[in-house]
């Protein structure tokens, strides 16, 4: 958003320092006395257009300690955040998505870039964990062991899958278990996801219950454990890159799939192709990628992955911060409910004289519907209901519509928030911060300039 003045720029708190009331009054749009200073720091002046006489029309909501979005997205506040980020060049890919990791390979999609009802190909997140393995020569003769507590292990291939089994095609999110581990403090270990992770694809493969059902499961099979064909970082073939899995009554849902198509085309080797677990409404981590083997377990897994504070969260709530127990941990099973805004863009300027504003979104909330979006345009004080769409089929996201009327030109903050099925909202701030950083789900805020 930024523009050049051919000014010598400071920083706000600069500014602040030399005439706080000035400055405040110049920042909020409200007159001097309400001094802001203390959450403005180390900051460009232009990142909310001040250098360009813009205002704040609702700045005097605006919940202290809160750092304008604009600001926080400013890539000169910080030495290290000079460069920016760091865009993929993958084949295949949309070279805006936002690399988080590159060994293994990470990244993640802008909100703005999730603005098509089904997410396509090009713009939908990376997520490894070791190694990526070589393309399948023949994906038909790609083998899938099935064995533990069934009556009938067996093995099948990926032709034989297709032509046994009934197939199916839905429209589902997949997302990371870490997405929205950037929003908490202090901070979080592991990629640092914004919104990012995650995307709505159709998936078309056979039901996961069927195949178990051919097994058949015993009594004594609480448990499904993953394996994959991707090679352990350290290059030891023996040792699992991830192995996770889900409780039988989760497994045997009739979403849950084993698929070898997305969007239409054959699943990307980088997607997990040939053949993949999608298990929707949980941790992506779930979802198997070049799937090799399930294992029916009679007790909880404890694969990697599955065991410390990996993909779990505190029962109780701990002090930020603080040395986890791990007998106040339980696995992260439904994710939780949340909205994005994916137009405009945040840091869009628009023309001076615009007072209405066309907002577009998403929003999923895990094994739940979502029931109600929110937005808000002056920090939460109100707030207008979206019009919501239904879900094609369970576990698709829930895409929204609304406008919204600005009184005057300046800097707007909007956010959105998401209420899902169960009465429970997405909260101001990440809330039960723990060590690795999931579940972090706040209002999304984008930052638009007028005039």
Not at 176 to 196: D, E, H, I, K, M
Request: with cysteine; net charge positive.
């Amino acid at each position: 958003m930024a523009r050049s003045t051919g000014k010598t720029e400071r920083s706000l708190e600069q500014m602040y320092d030399n005439d706080p009331e000035r400055t405040d009054a110049a920042v909020s749009g409200h007159g001097p006395g309400t001094s802001r200073r203390g959450f403005l720091g180390g900051v460009g002046l232009a990142a909310v257009g001040v250098a360009a006489g813009g205002t704040m029309p609702f700045g005097r909501h605006m919940p202290a300690g809160i750092l304008p979005t604009a600001l926080a997205q400013d890539k000169k506040s910080t030495p290290a955040a000079a460069k920016g980020p760091i865009h993929l060049d993958f084949p295949g890919k949309d070279k805006g998505l936002v690399v988080l990791g590159e060994r293994p390979l990470v990244a993640e999609t802008p909100e703005h870039l999730l603005d098509d009802d089904t997410t396509p190909i090009d713009k939908f997140f990376i997520r490894n964990n070791g190694q990526l393995p070589d393309e399948a020569k023949d994906p038909d003769k790609w083998t899938i062991k099935i064995d533990g507590e069934v009556n009938n292990p067996f093995e099948i291939t990926l032709g034989e899958l297709k032509s046994k089994y009934k197939p199916q095609t839905l429209r589902m999110v997949l997302e990371c278990g870490g997405n929205g581990r950037s929003f908490y403090a202090p901070r979080a270990s592991g990629n640092q996801w914004t919104n990012g992770g995650a995307g709505c694809a159709e998936w078309t493969g056979v039901r996961l219950a069927d195949v178990l059902k051919t097994a058949g499961v015993k009594p004594s099979g609480i448990y499904t454990a993953h394996y994959a064909a991707d090679l352990h970082l350290s290059g030891d073939a023996d040792k699992p890159v991830i192995s996770r899995g889900v409780r039988m009554p989760k497994a045997m849902e009739p979403e849950c799939m084993i698929v070898w198509a997305m969007n239409g085309q054959p699943l990307p080797n980088v997607h997990g192709g040939p053949v993949r677990l999608i298990i929707p409404g949980w941790p992506g981590s779930a979802s198997q990628k070049w799937l090799t083997r399930i294992w029916v377990r009679d007790k909880e897994h404890d694969g990697p992955g599955m065991t410390g504070t990996s993909y779990r969260v505190a029962i109780n709530p701990m002090v930020p911060g603080d040395k986890a127990d791990p007998k106040n941990f339980r696995i992260l099973e439904s994710m939780p409910v949340r909205s994005i805004i994916t137009a405009p863009a945040s840091g869009t300027r628009l023309a001076a004289g615009t007072r209405n504003v066309a907002l577009r979104g998403a929003s999923w909330a895990g094994d739940l519907t979502v029931r109600r979006v929110d937005v808000s345009i002056d920090y939460g004080q109100s707030w207008q209901e979206a019009k919501l769409s239904d879900p094609r089929n369970r576990f698709d996201w829930q895409r929204w519509t609304t406008n919204v009327k600005l009184p005057s030109d300046g800097y707007y903050e909007i956010w959105s928030r998401a209420t899902d099925s169960e009465g429970k909202t997405q909260p101001h701030v990440a809330a039960n911060w723990n060590p690795s950083g999931y579940g972090g789900n706040p209002f999304h805020r984008i930052a638009v300039l007028v005039g």
